[in-house]
């Protein structure tokens, strides 16, 4: 019902930057949040950042806070994640998500329902 389509990926070496996007498209619910998460080593996708489609309030994971920035784009209802001084700890699959309810909360992925294909970045030292 909603496709996400996320782009963007790439590879640098360390300090340096990249920009993910997302463009959703097909959904006949609302979507209250969308996010970024990475596919890590755990049981669980880890989220990285997330943004409220109502007021725009923006959650970050510890890890990325003050280096990445999530934002979006009102007129084209599209995602960006903006990385600098990337780390190869920050080398992983990333995902776009969605969820149809602000009751869910931003860092479990078991709450979102839609998922995009992912997109790889990789950093090197």
């Known amino acids: 019902q909603v496709r996400l389509a996320e782009s963007g990926g790439g590879s640098v070496q360390a300090g340096g930057s990249l920009r993910l996007s997302c463009a959703p498209s097909g959904t006949k619910y609302n979507i209250a949040c969308m996010g970024w998460f990475r596919q890590a080593h755990g049981n669980e996708r880890e989220g990285v950042a997330a943004i409220l489609t109502v007021g725009g309030m923006t959650f970050y994971a510890d890890s990325v806070k003050g280096r990445f920035t999530i934002s979006r784009d009102r007129a084209k209802v599209t995602i960006t994640l903006q990385m600098n001084d990337l780390k190869p700890e920050d080398t992983d699959m990333y995902y776009c998500?969605?969820?149809?309810?602000?009751?869910?909360?931003?860092?479990?992925?078991?709450?979102?329902?839609?998922w995009g294909q992912g997109t790889q970045v990789t950093v090197s030292s």
């Open positions: 998500a969605a969820a149809t309810s602000v009751g869910a909360i931003w860092s479990r992925a078991s709450q979102y329902h839609y």
